[in-house]
């Protein structure tokens, strides 16, 4: 399941009495993508997959991601920060993002510090349910070069990222799913 949400700012006061629920001019709208994935495992198997530098790595091979500073091996922790390399749309990027948030198992946060982006905050919500954990990913983000950046978020980068947080839902769940299953035939 996924929902691509676009925010704005607020209007304060009488004047934003006027404005609300209608289109306000000058505010950029800001998109948030919210992914969800059902895992059949435990929350704190769920919550270390997560934030597992090398799982990440083989998640996104399609994208030759790799950690290249930082943190780049193991499981990050609150504070830590990690650099990436790999190449999307055909562009090699680097990207920096630190967890400044962190409440085993059910919660975490990473912000990128340095990167392509103007900003994104990245938080992941680990739920128990029935049948295991819920996950649910939440990409805040703002692109960088203004009118044009908006442009580009409602052409493709809104569904590049969407898919992009899908595709890494879906590898967790299998890997997940799998050391579980591993783990219950010892």
């Not at 203004?146 to 590049?160: C, E, N, R, S, W």
Request: proline letters at 3%.
């Amino acid at each position: 399941m996924f929902l691509i949400q676009y925010h704005g700012s607020k209007a304060r006061g009488e004047e934003g009495k006027k404005k609300r629920g209608k289109e306000m001019k000058g505010v950029r709208r800001v998109p948030i993508i919210r992914t969800e994935v059902n895992i059949h495992a435990p929350i704190h198997v769920c919550f270390d997959v997560a934030r597992d530098i090398n799982i990440h790595m083989k998640s996104t091979a399609t994208t030759k991601e790799k950690a290249i500073a930082g943190r780049t091996s193991g499981h990050i922790q609150l504070g830590e920060s990690v650099t990436w390399e790999a190449v999307h749309l055909g562009i090699t990027f680097r990207l920096t993002s630190k967890v400044t948030q962190l409440i085993y198992p059910t919660y975490f946060v990473d912000e990128m510090t340095k990167g392509p982006f103007k900003r994104f905050k990245h938080e992941h919500f680990f739920i128990k349910i029935d049948s295991g954990t819920k996950l649910i990913d939440v990409f805040d983000y703002s692109s960088p070069f203004g009118v044009l950046g908006k442009f580009v978020d409602g052409v493709m980068l809104a569904k590049y990222m969407r898919e992009f947080l899908l595709m890494r839902g879906k590898y967790m769940k299998k890997y997940a799913e799998q050391l579980t299953s591993d783990q219950g035939d010892s």
